[in-house]
């Protein structure tokens, strides 16, 4: 059976209000595992210093790439005089990875590897064996393996071209942890802690209010930006089973009012809770347009004359009508913007506009710019 052009429409009319009404919440609702991280639960960050080899002619020529290859084949009992070592296929590197929290050793982790001197590209290198430390010295995985460089470079004596960075790449499952972090997320077993991403006192009281409509009055909102949960009696034994029930628990977080403006690009984001009282405003722009057409200057025939060149300069000022726009107290920003946008301000004008709202008391929050 078809449907007639007016049941369709009635249709699509339907559709669109039940859509708009299902965004119409600022905040949605969002699971405590995307609202908050474990105190005690990190990752490490480890290092190293190394070299890839087989380079196509792309690696460093200073004394640091020779040092590391004489140091290199000191350890096999070969010795080298720097007169030896002269190979461009070298390039001295820091290796950096991040240890994840619970890792084991034997597990694998990825390494990014960047250029130290002036080698050119790392295309086609492979990573010789480092250590990785940590902060306190000690070695937590090795690394080693061939080096993904997500561009390429090329050229000659006369011209080259390149794509993304080549001095910079990747080993994916490079490094072989071989000592793990003791990771301890509860205190004495009895407690755990639950630190917002995003700190507010709203979030954090609906938090522990969800947690304890669940599991009893076990949770206590401590600041904006800690939670604290005491593990019951029937999860002593195992509190990651504890704490897997918590995340999946869901709350409406909450956020201050604010418009993000970058007045580089003509971005602007803002909240849809940021709010703007009576206030009219006038905006004009002025266009100022210089164009330079230089002339040039023949002299007469035989007149024993140079050419020359006799510079033009033209200028013009255009300043376009300023329009007025009149909001009530309870115009939201989007309304602002599309009331802008409707007399054809661009970006870098709404920009101007809100800063002067700011300034003038009648925007609502807070405004950060980029």
Partial sequence: MKLTGRVAAVLLFLLLAASMS??????????????????GVRSNQLVGVGIVMGLQGTGDKGAMATQMIRNLMSQFGVTLNDKAVKSKNVAVVTITADLPPFARPGQTIDVTV???????????????????KGADGGVYAVAQGPVMVGGFAAGGAAASVSKNVV???????????????????TLMGRQVSLLLRNPDFTTSDRMARAINSAFGAVALAVDAGRVTVNVPPQYAASPAAFLARIEGLSLRPDSAARVAVNERTGTVVMGGDVRISSV???????????AENP??????????????????TDVQAQESPAQLIALDSTSTVKELVDALNSVGAS????IAILQAVK????????????
């Fill in 22 to 39: 299902a965004g119409a919440e600022i905040h949605p609702t969002v699971r405590i595992k995307d609202l908050a991280d474990v105190e």
């Fill in 114 to 132: 960047s250029t130290m001197g002036d080698a050119k590209s790392l295309q086609g290198g492979t990573l010789l064996q480092v250590p990785l």
């Fill in 167 to 185: 001095t910079v790449g990747r080993v994916p499952g490079g490094a072989i942890v071989e000592r793990d972090v003791q990771t301890d997320f």
């Fill in 280 to 290: 009219a405003v006038a905006h004009g722009n002025l266009t100022v347009q210089v």
């Fill in 295 to 312: 002339e040039v200057v023949q002299p007469q025939p035989f007149a024993g004359g140079r050419t020359a060149i006799q510079p033009r």
């Fill in 347 to 350: 970006p870098r004008d709404v």
């Fill in 359 to 370: 300034e003038a008391g009648a925007l609502h929050g807070e405004l950060v710019v980029m």
